[in-house]
């Protein structure tokens, strides 16, 4: 299972951005996607995720202001950010869950991440 995400970049304080994620490989089944992000210095912690029926789940710094939803046909999860602060700044990295063909257990995926910087 592979994710790439896209959509990262530099953006002015009060900005939006988009970030997208697609699954590829041979997955059949999805629990949840999600978004986590790395500052410098700082441990990962979740940004946003979204389950297979669609329940979600945010961090209290970007509620209001951060939404994420998911294609489950296209096997993709985005990710849209707005009012961004400096304080955003991070490396923002896709995840899944799920279970691969051949499997019977679910495990976690990660992608290669991509930087989101705000500046003030």
């Known amino acids: 299972v592979q994710l790439q995400a896209s959509g990262g970049g530099l953006v002015q304080a009060g900005g939006s951005l988009r970030l997208s994620c697609a699954a590829s490989g041979s997955i059949f089944a999805i629990n949840a996607m999600g978004w986590y992000r790395q500052a410098p210095g700082k441990q990962r912690e979740l940004v946003a995720s979204?389950?297979?029926?669609?329940?979600?789940n945010y961090a209290d710094s970007v509620k209001g202001r951060y939404t994420i939803a998911r294609d489950n046909t296209k096997k993709m999860v985005y990710l849209q950010m707005n009012s961004l602060r400096p304080e955003d700044t991070a490396v923002y990295y896709c995840?899944?869950?799920?279970?691969?063909?051949?499997?019977?257990?679910?495990?976690?995926?990660w992608g290669q991440g991509t930087q989101v910087t705000v500046s003030s």
């Open positions: 995840n899944l869950r799920g279970t691969e063909y051949g499997s019977t257990f679910p495990a976690t995926y």
């Open positions: 979204i389950t297979s029926g669609g329940s979600t």
